[in-house]
């Protein structure tokens, strides 16, 4: 395992890389930034509960100490709710959540929108009107609210976001600097409009993120696969990226049981030496 | 249930229920066909490897002598095939299919077209490949062939057809009365296109097959739930068929295996109680 992080330490290919702590979900924050400077990581995508566990004060100085980047913040969203003080409880969550990430010093919150609250069609116009609230006070802050759609095995309880072109759809009303995308692979690999809507996102691209397919799909929620182990051309989707005009950090995010039973180091050591291959397609 | 069924018996609202097999598994071809006797149920939707259980002919004499009509059969497809003599296999299967569904007098053959095979872009070229080389041969035969785009968690390992658009896209390029579509809720609930897809499907539209989406989804395969039992706005999509011009049987498809350890007749008279409100939306 050294020898094949050694092997990317200092290369360009691993410039780009970004540890979501959900890879490695056992990790705290501060183990996961200790496990990135070891490993050569520059990048971290933080979740707010992880964060909170430690607090923001510490999670900021570990990362501004190890001089890591912080490529996004998981999670805003779940704006769906059942009446309008429910409603407005998930207004001010996201605030919260836009406020957390200017202090940990990222300018990207991921939005995974919600599922179902009451019907499907109400549900998607909660999450615009939520968007079309929070968009200025994100963007007076300077961070940018990047719209996760999501496999659409996750419509009912997770997002009614589910393909690029929706999320653009919503995106495209608002300023590019308050509204942007999440590219992640996992979640857009079946959609056969999945590179042309890439295409059209460009400047929208506030995240890119990498995961896998297993087939067969182990579990519905932590059945997900290291980059190369599946079924998706996680290059293509690289490339499309590249084609597009982002020129940020790719986090690898995987949810996985298995995974998670192993320890972080060696999990990163995989990632960092399947990357030029599985991510950046250096094969072809 | 012996109230509840008596109710819909002769009802305008029970003229179009058709009873796939897949709903009552345990059922031989000639079981579900006597319990739709039983229910009033017109139509019942023939699964190949269930008819091949009893045979052809009997399977034929049974809806004969019931006066029960096959409103389709399930299932011709799984294209992607490594190689040519796999390929050739493939549409072999195919042609043998078309021929069972003459044998049993329905003009209608669900294709679930196939998982990957090699890599994505190639298996959604043979699938076109193999739609194109079998549709003279199913026209002859009055036959159509019906695409099933089916939900994206299938992608992998059932079907690389995933959305209504993509399989119109497909169809289009034959002659209707060779290739149409089926419209399955529970696959095409999620896509905010669906309904508009509908709409453009028109004539196109082979097979309407209904399911519910249970929340949370208790398994990827057999857990779909009973109209009515889960998120979907079922009606919403009976609605745009109807105003599709689609005047065919409606089949109940509910792959579960808590609904499979009832007793047919239950579960048949349920679908019928439920089914005024969860398929046709009469409380609207």
């Known amino acids: 395992m050294p020898t094949q992080v050694t092997s990317m330490l200092g290369s360009p290919d691993a410039e780009r890389v970004s540890l979501n702590q959900r890879t490695t979900a056992r990790w705290s924050v501060t183990e996961a930034v200790d496990g990135c400077c070891r490993a050569g990581v520059r990048w971290i995508g933080l979740w707010r509960e992880d964060v909170a566990a430690v607090g923001i004060e510490t999670a900021r100085r570990a990362v501004d100490a190890a001089g890591i980047g912080v490529s996004s913040l998981c999670r805003g969203g779940f704006f769906p709710a059942a009446g309008t003080a429910a409603f407005e409880a998930r207004l001010a969550d996201n605030r919260s959540a836009i406020d957390e990430a200017v202090a940990l010093g990222t300018d ?114 932590l059945g997900r696969g290291l980059p190369g182990d599946g079924v998706i051309d996680i290059a293509a989707f690289t490339d499309a990226v590249d084609a597009a005009g982002y020129r940020g950090p790719i986090e690898v995010e995987v949810f996985n049981a298995d995974v998670w039973e192993r320890p972080g180091d060696d999990v990163v050591a995989d990632v960092l030496a399947t990357w030029p291959v599985a991510v950046l397609g250096r094969d072809r």
Do not use: K, N
């Open 108 to 221: 990207v919150l991921v939005l995974v929108c919600g599922g179902i609250v009451g019907d499907l069609t109400t549900s998607r116009q909660q999450v615009a009107d939520a968007i079309g609230t929070l968009a200025p006070y994100a963007g007076e802050r300077g961070v940018r609210l990047a719209i996760e759609p999501m496999h659409p095995m996750y419509c009912a309880d997770r997002s009614v976001i589910v393909t690029l072109r929706q999320a653009l759809d919503l995106a495209e009303q608002h300023p590019v600097e308050q509204v942007g995308v999440v590219v992640d692979t996992f979640h857009l690999w079946w959609d056969p409009e999945a590179l042309t809507q890439v295409a059209r996102a460009g400047a929208r691209i506030a995240s890119y993120q990498v995961c896998d397919w297993l087939d067969p799909l182990p579990d519905l929620l």
